[in-house]
């Protein structure tokens, strides 16, 4: 299924005009308000508030809490409610491995055709960058739609499920690399010469390709948060700190 041309995330007000939203729908929007830290780490989710500010029971609230526990965005503690998870630096790393790997494996395994509305969304998506002015927020909502678009080349579904998982507790830390105009701006440089190499393997049908450029683009960010991991708190797992709220706030 293809993605809608990219938009910023929808405010809660805006929901009031068009309060039908499916329970997936509903997951993607909290999901985004998590990775993007409108919702911080430690935030209480209350069922009673969500299911106000969606126009829904506390039925499918339950549900998509579910979903984000399994996605490790949420903690449920029994008898205390449902909390927004921290995101800690020495699991990170684990994980940022793990995402390298699975590229390696969707790289073999993948068998997905590419067609023309393919190449046209992407198209659009990069004309969408070149010409936009971003902030942190609006770029991080921006990479989260690359990665979704770049999630439906692959015809695995057990693939795509792990990918989205190790993905969505990897994306708040992109803000430690939008501290400043001028790390947003070179992030945004980045984005469009990623781009620019994307259209080009499309166009010539090569998910391979396609997916080998992502996997390199996902380690040299990865090398981006060591190197600035370590340039501010050292590698030392007892002096630095730990989770990504303190690194914010340092």
Known sequence: MMLNTPSPIAALSSIEANPRLSNEQILQHLRRRICTLQ???????????LARDYYVS???IRWVLNRLEM???????HGAGSYVTDVNWQELRSIYHLRIDLYDTVIRLNHYTINDKDVAWLDAFQNTVVSSQWSSQSLSEAIMDLFEF????????YLTQFASQLYFNTTRFWWLLHS?????DTEQQSLETELAQLIAALKLGQTDIYFAIRKS??????QKLQQLYQAN?????????????????E
Do not use: C, F, H, Q
């Open 39 to 49: 919702l911080a780490p430690s935030t209480k989710l209350s069922e009673v508030k």
């Open 180 to 184: 400043s105009k001028d790390a947003l």
């Open 150 to 157: 770049s999630s439906t080349l692959i015809d695995d579904p």
């Open 71 to 77: 996605e490790g965005l949420v903690n449920t503690r």
């Open 233 to 249: 708190w050292g590698l030392d797992k007892t002096t630095g700190p730990t989770n990504l709220m303190k690194m914010l706030d």
């Open 58 to 60: 506390r039925t499918p």
């Open 217 to 222: 683009y996902l380690m040299a960010n990865y």
